[in-house]
């Protein structure tokens, strides 16, 4: 069974900038969250979307937004990047939104 | 505001020798998880436990959960250096769906 995927995997942009990061779940998982992962802050909670809906969102500007398509993928985009915004974004699937997290090996976003 | 705090921080240890990591929130939980999470990958769940005073062991590594569900501790006996990892407690509120919010992480290494 695939696992969560995560694209790309490393990513260098300059400050100003948006991204788009892209996270496919397990299959069958129609949940998706996402988080933030930086040394100083931990894994902080961005947002979950379950069934093309957002159910819970974090304590996050609204430059960081996101939104799941009907085969359960979802996307996150960050806009006019800041260089506090480094760090490793965490996709993770549920089955319904409960149970265990499923999570990807992550996107590595770099700000210069 | 970080709601659950683990400690230590980082911990360093000789191959063989047991140790403790604690996880600690004001906040009751429906239910606790644990995680590890090596360099480079996501993070991968090692337990769930749910009922306060569970104690669950998984080989080398015992998950306990406390009576009153605010606090969790894991103990690792004769640890390995295939336990180096970051250790990640969750702990899971549920109504209507789960929200999870991750511990501040105790980085572990085992020194061969």
């Known amino acids: 069974k695939a696992g969560v995927t995560q694209t790309p995997r490393y990513l260098i942009k300059t400050r100003g900038q948006q991204v788009t990061l892209s996270c496919s779940p397990i299959?069958?998982?129609?949940?998706v969250s996402w988080y933030q992962q930086t040394p100083g802050q931990g894994l902080q909670f961005l947002f979950e979307y379950f069934s093309e809906t957002q159910r819970n969102k974090g304590n996050f500007p609204g430059r960081f937004s996101g939104r799941q398509f009907s085969n359960s993928r979802s996307e996150m985009n960050v806009s006019t990047l800041e260089l506090g915004d480094s760090a490793l974004y965490l996709c993770?699937?549920?089955?319904?939104?409960?149970?265990?997290?499923?999570f990807g090996d992550g996107t590595r976003l770099s700000i210069l | 505001t970080q709601l659950l705090e683990q400690s230590p921080q980082f911990l360093s240890i000789q191959e063989g020798e047991n140790l403790t990591v604690y996880c600690n929130s004001s906040?009751?939980?429906?239910?606790l998880q644990w995680y590890r999470q090596e360099p480079g990958e996501g993070p991968v769940l090692l337990v769930t436990?749910?009922?306060?005073?569970e104690v669950k062991k998984l080989k080398r590594l015992t998950f306990q959960f406390g009576d009153a569900r605010k606090d969790s501790s894991l103990h690792i006996t004769a640890a390995q250096p295939g336990d180096t990892g970051l250790y990640l407690c969750?702990?899971?509120?549920?109504?209507?769906?789960?929200?999870?919010?991750f511990g501040t992480g105790t980085k572990l290494q085992v020194i061969p």
């Open positions: 993770a699937s549920s089955l319904q939104g409960t149970g265990s997290l499923h």
């Open positions: 906040s009751v939980f429906s239910s």
């Open positions: 299959s069958g998982h129609r949940s």
């Open positions: 436990v749910v009922t306060g005073g």
């Open positions: 969750a702990g899971v509120r549920s109504g209507g769906y789960q929200k999870v919010t």
